[in-house]
Each structure stands twice: as structure tokens, then as C-alpha cells.
């Protein structure tokens, strides 16, 4: 009998969800929930399969000044791809709030409300979406408010613990702590070309949230993401949720090894404790680590370069949809 691959072991002890906007990748791989962010609906405006779909939604968009008929053109293909998403997995699709809003509470919050609502109107309900929050105070904030709404969240661009802490005391639905880009930046801060699954800082990091969040008795779910390589993943079995590409999801179908799990929900583990006392606090505690602070300010950078080109490319779609 044929051995399950390392995918389907993944599967059985860990929520798997599809890091990407593309629908075939989701057909085949078949994650129970799919995120998206700027960067990836960027490359998905230039596919030839969302064409159609954004002559149509270009055509629709009324009549408003150019910033007004983009952001809301922006909006309705964020929504559109979400649905198109839903139709496929079984779970949730997370929408990212733009990361221009990220140090504006009330700003936030009415983008969310804004999507919540597209999607209500296409027929989605809010029980099926995360939206998409970046881990500063602020949007720990909105996620706050949000969240007291029954508008559940993904706290995104986390890189440290008392960001995680932050986010399970706003009551967050989930967060997202990026495994690559904390690797990325340790591997330029100490000269070197990787580390072994086990000394990776990222992992690390999500392995100490996770035991750190078990212990108190956090409810919020942890979902590692952004990964370089397949050991990261597998060093992370057993983690609530893993967000994941299509190339590592294509990796991991393809082999057929034993995958052990390494993180255990009612076990728990070695972890560093981390709280804060108030938002001073956890401004400071987020500035005296210095990976943290870089990586979440080129984080934010990134998405909004990312969300003015997607809009550039809209822009050009409604010009010439008259």
C-alpha cells in the first residue's frame, strides 16, 4: 500500500492553508483556507485566467473620481478573488486591509467594515472571511474593534513575541508570524547561508509563540508563514495552521517520507515569556528588537508598493474600459 506523502501527514496533524491567488494550485493541492495579501493579487491581475473578470469588473465600476473609481475597483477584485477562492476551499479566505492604513485605527476599521459588506452583498458571509490586519498597535487596535464586531482577523507581518501576545489579548482569531523574512534577516545580520530546521530563527520564533500561547491558554490560532524551505515546514508539524506556496505544497505531495510532528497542542513546551504593561510598553518592547522593527517596517513598505502597482494596473483597465 502506498505510504502517504508528506502533504497528507502534514494534513492530518496541521490545518494546511494555500499562500496564494491562484485558483489551480488551490484545485489541485486542496487546503482547508487560503490567504491572499497585495503581492499576490498583484500577480494575479496578470494572469490570463482573471482577465474576463476584470474587463467585467472594470465595466461596473461607476461613475467618481479617478482615486474613488480605483480604490473601489481595488476592493471589488480583492472580494472577487475571495469568492472565487471560496468556491474552492471549505474554510475562510483572508483579505488584507492596505497597508497604508497600517498606524490608522479608525481608518482600518472602516476598510474591513467596507469588505465585510462586498462580501456580504455577493453573498459570502463574514464567518468565512479573516481580514487582514498589520501587527502594529494600530492595527492590533482596529483587530480589537473588529473582533468585538464578530469581524474575526489575521494579524499579519508578525515578527515577535510581544506582537503575538498583543494580538491574543485583542482577541485575534489568528496571526500569521513570518518564518522567512526572520530568517532573511538573520542570515544578512550574521554572515551566514542557513541554518539546520531546528536553529532556524524563524522557527524559533513560531515554535516560542505557540508554546507561549498554549501555556496561558490563548485561544487565538497560530498559522507560521512566509517560508524559504521545506525544513522550515516540517520543523513546524503540529502548529495550528501553516500558510504555504505552491511550490512547497508541490514539494511536500511529491515526497513520500515520514514527516514526525513537532509541536504539540496539549503537550506544550520550552518557550521565553513575554507580556507588556500598556502601549508604551509594547512600542518600546517592538523597538528594542531591531529584526522585528526593520522587518515589519519593510513589510509594510513592500505591500504598499505592491497595492499602488496593482492599482496603477487598474487605473489603465478602467481608462480603457471607458
Known amino acids: 500500500m502506498r505510504c502517504m506523502n508528506k502533504l497528507d501527514?502534514?494534513?492530518?496533524?496541521?490545518?494546511?492553508?494555500?499562500?496564494?491567488?491562484?485558483?489551480?494550485?488551490?484545485?489541485?493541492?486542496k487546503p482547508m483556507d487560503a490567504t491572499t495579501n497585495p503581492s499576490l493579487l498583484l500577480k494575479a491581475s496578470a494572469l490570463p485566467q482573471y482577465d474576463a473578470l476584470m474587463t467585467r469588473l472594470a465595466a461596473s465600476i461607476e461613475a467618481?473620481?479617478?482615486?474613488?473609481?480605483?480604490?473601489?475597483?481595488?476592493?471589488?477584485f480583492a472580494v472577487a478573488i475571495g469568492c472565487e477562492i471560496l468556491d474552492i476551499v471549505p474554510g475562510r479566505v483572508s483579505t488584507e486591509v492596505d497597508a497604508r492604513l497600517s498606524f490608522d485605527i479608525d481608518r482600518s476599521v472602516a476598510k474591513a467594515r467596507h469588505l465585510i459588506g462586498l462580501y456580504k452583498a455577493a453573498g459570502v458571509p463574514s464567518d468565512r472571511i479573516l481580514i487582514k490586519l498589520a501587527s502594529t498597535w494600530e492595527g492590533l487596535e482596529a483587530a480589537?474593534?473588529?473582533e468585538a464586531e464578530g469581524i474575526q482577523c489575521n494579524l499579519t507581518l508578525m515578527f515577535c513575541?510581544?506582537?503575538?501576545?498583543?494580538?491574543?489579548?485583542?482577541?485575534?482569531?489568528?496571526?500569521?508570524?513570518?518564518?522567512?523574512?526572520?530568517?532573511?534577516?538573520?542570515?544578512?545580520?550574521?554572515?551566514?547561508?542557513?541554518?539546520a530546521p531546528d536553529d532556524d530563527p524563524g522557527v524559533k520564533s513560531v515554535r516560542n509563540i505557540f508554546n507561549l500561547y498554549k501555556d496561558r491558554g490563548f485561544k487565538t490560532v497560530v498559522m507560521g508563514a512566509s517560508f524559504r524551505n521545506v525544513?522550515?515546514?516540517?520543523?513546524?508539524?503540529?502548529?495550528?495552521?501553516?500558510?504555504?506556496g505552491p511550490n512547497f505544497l508541490e514539494d511536500l505531495a511529491d515526497d513520500d517520507g515520514p514527516l514526525p510532528q513537532k509541536l504539540f497542542a496539549d503537550k506544550g513546551g520550552d518557550y521565553t515569556p513575554c507580556d507588556f504593561s500598556d502601549e508604551a510598553d509594547f512600542r518600546y518592547?517592538?523597538?528594542a528588537d531591531a529584526m522585528a522593527t526593520e522587518k515589519l517596517a519593510e513589510g509594510i513598505r513592500g505591500f504598499a508598493r505592491d497595492q499602488i502597482k496593482l492599482e496603477k494596473r487598474l487605473g489603465e483597465r478602467l481608462a480603457t474600459a471607458g
Open 144 to 146: 480589537r474593534v473588529l
Open 161 to 195: 513575541d510581544v506582537q503575538a501576545v498583543a494580538a491574543a489579548k485583542a482577541g485575534a482569531f489568528l496571526i500569521s508570524p513570518f518564518v522567512g523574512r526572520i530568517l532573511d534577516w538573520y542570515k544578512a545580520a550574521e554572515g551566514v547561508e542557513g541554518y
Open 231 to 244: 525544513g522550515e515546514i516540517e520543523a513546524l508539524a503540529g502548529c495550528d495552521r501553516l500558510t504555504i
Open 64 to 76: 467618481g473620481s479617478e482615486r474613488e473609481r480605483i480604490d473601489r475597483f481595488a476592493d471589488a
Open 9 to 29: 501527514q502534514l494534513k492530518a496533524m496541521t490545518d494546511v492553508v494555500a499562500d496564494t491567488g491562484d485558483i489551480e494550485a488551490m484545485r489541485a493541492f
Open 285 to 287: 518592547q517592538l523597538n
